[in-house]
């Protein structure tokens, strides 16, 4: 299917989304019919849809008639049909002729073998296409600021950000939470004001990898995590049970952000508050202990003396766990 606006609204209003921006509910259309945000990303996230380009996904006017709104395949086919032609974003081979939708070469082994290189770097292999200079929030509720700048933080969902080891309603509640903070502005200005990157910038700079300790477990993850075999186990052996998180931005590539049982349960710290404050990690923030953990060590947590801590968590979070 296909995501988009134009004539039916991307960021359109709609009570079924789990997501504010500015007090209000935030949904995404597919094929024309309204769907609620997180089930967007999802279909995006697993390829089962596309963004409609330049903001429309409607008819176009193709020699004096009209094609049928914007159809995404599976095979990778993006465009329209005329009657019994279709016109993409390709050029024809030959004028007159109706080209042909064809698969996608498959993979060989050194494909794989390039692929699995690149990943024990801990590189993302697809560059942004845009101006990426300015990922802040909307700032008004102008329609074309707010779509402009909504477009990017969903780009640099797409591009920039991997999850891996999470069910689907775990995963997409970290989406949910992980864009409300990216898209509310005092949560911008809080990081800017400390001289932090904003999660934004780090998503655009480093690129993100958001995983479930359970991931850990398994040698089949090492590609996925860009991790070798070595560094998987003793982060395995290092990220305890009892934690609620764990972020990892000392080694090149990706900031690395690890979840556990617990922060689903949300005990001690309730889940919004738990990826709160890893995206305050993710800025590079080490620990920062108050003075009194230094007696009662075993009270608290690892931000206690990060300043404005409990603003940072009110303003990154949503008001509700999702």
Same mark, same amino acid.
């Given at each position: 299917?296909?995501?988009?606006?134009?004539?039916?609204?991307?960021?359109?209003?709609?009570?079924?989304?789990?997501?504010?921006?500015?007090?209000?509910?935030?949904?995404?259309?597919?094929?024309?019919?309204?769907?609620?945000?997180?089930?967007?990303?999802?279909?995006?996230?697993?390829?089962?849809?596309?963004?409609?380009?330049?903001?429309?996904?409607?008819?176009?006017?193709?020699?004096?008639?009209? $094609?049928? !709104?914007?159809?995404?395949?599976?095979?990778?086919?993006?465009?329209?049909?005329?009657?019994?032609?279709?016109?993409?974003?390709?050029?024809?081979?030959?004028?007159?002729?109706?080209?042909?939708?064809?698969?996608?070469?498959?993979?060989?082994?050194?494909?794989?073998?390039?692929?699995?290189?690149?990943?024990?770097?801990?590189?993302?292999?697809?560059?942004?296409?845009?101006?990426?200079?300015?990922?802040?929030?909307?700032?008004?509720?102008?329609?074309? +600021?707010?779509?402009?700048?909504?477009?990017?933080?969903?780009?640099?969902?797409?591009?920039?950000?991997?999850?891996?080891?999470?069910?689907?309603?775990?995963?997409?509640?970290?989406?949910?939470?992980?864009?409300?903070?990216?898209?509310?502005?005092?949560?911008?200005?809080?990081?800017?004001?400390?001289?932090?990157?904003?999660?934004?910038?780090?998503?655009?700079?480093?690129?993100?990898?958001?995983?479930?300790?359970?991931?850990?477990?398994?040698?089949?993850?090492?590609?996925?995590?860009?991790?070798?075999?070595?560094?998987?186990?003793?982060?395995?052996?290092?990220?305890?049970?009892?934690?609620?998180?764990?972020?990892?931005?000392?080694? !090149?590539? !990706?900031?690395?952000?690890?979840?556990?049982?617990?922060?689903?349960?949300?005990? !001690?710290?309730?889940?919004?508050?738990?990826?709160?404050?890893?995206?305050?990690?993710?800025? +590079?923030?080490?620990?920062?202990?108050?003075?009194?953990?230094?007696?009662?060590?075993?009270?608290?947590?690892?931000? $206690?003396?990060?300043?404005?801590?409990?603003?940072?968590?009110?303003?990154?979070?949503?008001?509700?766990?999702?």
């Amino acid at each position: 299917g296909c995501i988009g606006c134009g004539s039916s609204g991307i960021f359109g209003i709609d009570d079924n989304s789990t997501m504010y921006v500015n007090g209000q509910r935030v949904s995404m259309t597919l094929d024309g019919a309204r769907i609620s945000y997180s089930s967007g990303m999802s279909l995006l996230y697993i390829g089962a849809s596309a963004v409609c380009p330049n903001n429309d996904c409607g008819p176009r006017r193709y020699q004096g008639t009209w $094609t049928s !709104p914007l159809v995404a395949g599976a095979d990778g086919f993006l465009g329209y049909f005329v009657g019994s032609s279709q016109q993409t974003n390709r050029p024809r081979k030959s004028k007159g002729k109706k080209p042909t939708l064809k698969r996608a070469p498959k993979r060989t082994k050194a494909d794989d073998e390039k692929a699995n290189a690149l990943a024990a770097t801990g590189i993302f292999d697809n560059e942004l296409i845009g101006d990426f200079s300015n990922v802040d929030p909307p700032r008004s509720s102008e329609p074309r +600021e707010v779509f402009v700048q909504f477009h990017k933080l969903l780009l640099l969902f797409v591009n920039r950000l991997k999850t891996v080891g999470f069910t689907q309603e775990e995963e997409l509640k970290v989406w949910n939470h992980l864009m409300s903070a990216m898209a509310s502005p005092a949560c911008t200005d809080l990081f800017r004001g400390a001289g932090l990157s904003t999660p934004a910038e780090v998503l655009r700079d480093r690129g993100m990898i958001v995983a479930h300790r359970r991931a850990l477990k398994y040698a089949d993850n090492n590609y996925r995590l860009g991790l070798s075999n070595d560094e998987r186990e003793y982060y395995l052996n290092k990220i305890r049970l009892s934690s609620q998180g764990a972020t990892i931005f000392e080694r !090149p590539g !990706p900031v690395m952000v690890f979840l556990t049982e617990s922060t689903f349960i949300g005990t !001690p710290f309730p889940f919004r508050e738990a990826v709160a404050h890893e995206l305050i990690h993710t800025a +590079e923030v080490g620990e920062n202990y108050s003075w009194y953990q230094h007696i009662f060590w075993f009270i608290g947590h690892d931000l $206690t003396g990060f300043p404005d801590y409990d603003k940072f968590i009110e303003s990154c979070a949503p008001t509700e766990d999702m």
